[in-house]
């Protein structure tokens, strides 16, 4: 068991930047592209994850010692399945109009690869703490890319930004359709390409 | 590994085939012989077709057509108003509010008036056939709400194993195995365990739960029973537990009330979806990879996009309704 050498900041900043659920792992695509039509969908979805990735990971953290090797996949599903209907029952209590659209998803984060990657990756051989800022890093990550998706779909599609009108008209129809999900998560993912292109060019000149 | 391919698909093929002849295939029955054909025009109308020309006063009356289910002869449907088509042999029955298309329905009539003459009082059955529901269900898993397309489940599984079309078949095909067992299993659970018991709140658990054991089954009777399709199809179990799909689809019986022939068929539908989506996905794919890209758009981004063009001629399906 190697421990990471990272300190917790660093864990937090490689989650939302370096290593982003969406953009860069591009794991979870399903939310990604079916749920971003506007931000708050975006921001409802991205708290459910950040809660369930955090709880589980230190859980997982706190009790890697009694998991069997073998059965260590199913127990990683129950207990994000156990965290996940925690989460379900409060949103269904709490925001009921907001969880009607967004509600099969949140059931779904189950079957999210991230969360069991993160588990199988890190937080079965490192401590609570660290597991702790781990799973803040990729929940917030994972916000982040929701977020800005909702954004660019929300803003180009129905003019209006986490429902407030602001351009006063709809520049582009198209983008709240269903189907733009996939050219724009496409389109971003080649733009965070090209931006990792642009920084290794401007690197390489200097040395 | 082609072969193998080739034979389980005609052994399902088999499966569905002997399943859909077993099912009782009803039809529709007129105890006036003068009306022919009745039917559901969509959500809100009945049609009626009759042998000759009926008369135009008797046939506008709304007064003179009593419709009711048939499990509730009391309840009444309130009918708004009727319409004859110009050439004075088609009735049509529209109503207020939605009826059930799946319930049969009795159309009972005052005395049919025909050019004066009294051809006598009609009580009608209108009912869709059981089959043509069925059916109905299986095609709108696949192509109207198909699960990769429309809905957007199970995109990690569908990028991740569509880049040839070998693999793509093989993971499409165990994924519509596990899908229709597990499914059924979770179905049964549901109905006959957690709804009686009122523990509803546990589904995630227990459907996540019957997933990961129905893969573990199949995949430890398949390493006994068949060494060679294990082979060929192995590979892919591990990765269906990762894919939404599977979980959505008991989530979706859940909360549907569908009994087995029909839970049995979405899960088929979406299995089968599945496998069309993938395999329209990893023939487009094997083309990209000789294609002129961008190489900021190499690899996902394009894929991204491709599928996105995938699901824009799936919107052409959206709103089609069969039988």
New interface residues.
């Given amino acids: 068991m190697a421990a990471t050498k990272k300190t917790n900041s660093e864990l937090l900043f490689n989650g939302i930047l370096l290593e982003n659920p969406i953009f860069r792992l591009?794991?979870?695509?399903?939310?990604a592209?079916?749920l971003t039509t506007s931000i708050k969908n975006g921001l409802l979805l991205g708290t459910a994850v950040l809660f369930v990735q955090v709880f589980s990971s230190c859980t997982i953290a706190a009790i890697k010692n009694f998991i069997h090797p073998r059965i260590r996949?199913?127990t990683y599903?129950?207990t994000i399945?156990?965290w996940?209907?925690v989460i379900?029952?409060v949103l269904a209590a709490y925001v009921p109009e907001a969880y009607k659209q967004v509600g099969?998803f949140v059931?779904?984060i189950?079957?999210?690869?991230i969360i069991?990657m993160r588990l199988e990756m890190f937080a079965c051989k490192n401590t609570v703490t660290s597991s702790f800022f781990d799973g803040v890093g990729m929940g917030i990550g994972f916000m982040v890319g929701m977020v800005t998706i909702g954004f660019v779909r929300e803003l180009l599609g129905a003019g209006t930004l986490l429902g407030y009108d602001v351009l006063g008209f709809k520049p582009l129809l198209f983008f709240v359709?269903?189907?733009?999900?996939?050219?724009c998560?496409?389109?971003m993912?080649?733009?965070f390409?090209?931006i990792e292109?642009v920084f290794n060019r401007s690197k390489e000149r200097k040395s | 590994m082609s072969t193998l391919m080739k034979r389980s698909i005609l052994l399902s093929i088999w499966l569905v085939s002997i399943f859909l002849a077993s099912l009782p295939v009803c039809g529709h029955a007129a105890e006036n012989s003068f009306a022919k054909k009745t039917d559901f025009k969509d959500n809100r109308t009945i049609v009626i077709e009759f042998a000759g020309a009926v008369d135009e006063e008797w046939a506008t009356s709304p007064a003179n057509f009593k419709v009711n289910e048939k499990q509730n002869p009391d309840v009444l449907l309130p009918v708004e108003k009727v319409e004859l088509s110009p050439d004075k042999k088609t009735v049509l029955i529209r109503f207020g509010e939605d009826i059930d298309l799946r319930a049969a329905h009795v159309v009972s009539m005052t005395p049919v008036s025909s050019e004066g003459k009294n051809m006598g009082p009609a009580i009608l059955d209108v009912k869709k056939s059981y089959f043509g529901y069925l059916f109905s269900i299986l095609i709108g898993a696949m192509l109207i709400n198909n699960y990769v397309?429309?809905?957007?489940?199970?995109?990690?599984v569908f990028?991740g194993t569509s880049r040839k079309k070998d693999t793509a078949v093989g993971m499409g095909i165990t994924f519509t195995i596990v899908m229709v067992v597990s499914a059924m299993i979770s179905w049964f659970l549901y109905q006959y365990v957690l709804k009686p018991y009122r523990l509803d709140?546990?589904?995630?658990?227990v459907f996540?739960?019957l997933v990961?054991l129905t893969v573990q089954a199949v995949d430890t009777v398949l390493r006994k029973v068949n060494p060679a399709l294990f082979k060929a199809f192995g590979v892919y179990l591990v990765l269906v537990?990762?894919?939404?799909v599977?979980?959505?689809v008991p989530?979706t019986l859940a909360s549907n009330e569908y009994n087995a022939f029909e839970s049995f068929m979405l899960a088929l539908g979406a299995g089968g979806g599945f496998l069309l989506a993938l395999f329209l996905m990893s023939a487009s794919r094997e083309r990209l990879e000789l294609a002129n890209v961008?190489?900021?758009?190499r690899g996902?981004?394009?894929?991204?996009?491709a599928?996105?063009l995938f699901?824009?001629a799936f919107?052409g399906f959206s709103g089609m309704a069969i039988f």
């Fill in positions: 591009a794991l979870s695509m399903c939310p592209v079916g996949i199913p599903t129950l399945a156990t996940v209907t379900d029952l099969l059931k779904l189950v079957a999210f690869a069991t359709l269903p189907a733009a999900g996939f050219f998560v496409g389109i993912m080649a733009m390409n090209y292109v | 397309f429309t809905k957007y489940l199970g995109l990690c990028i709140y546990l589904q995630v658990v996540i739960g990961s537990i990762a894919n939404c599977i979980i959505a989530l961008p190489p900021t758009f996902l981004p394009i894929a991204f996009v599928t996105g699901a824009l919107m």
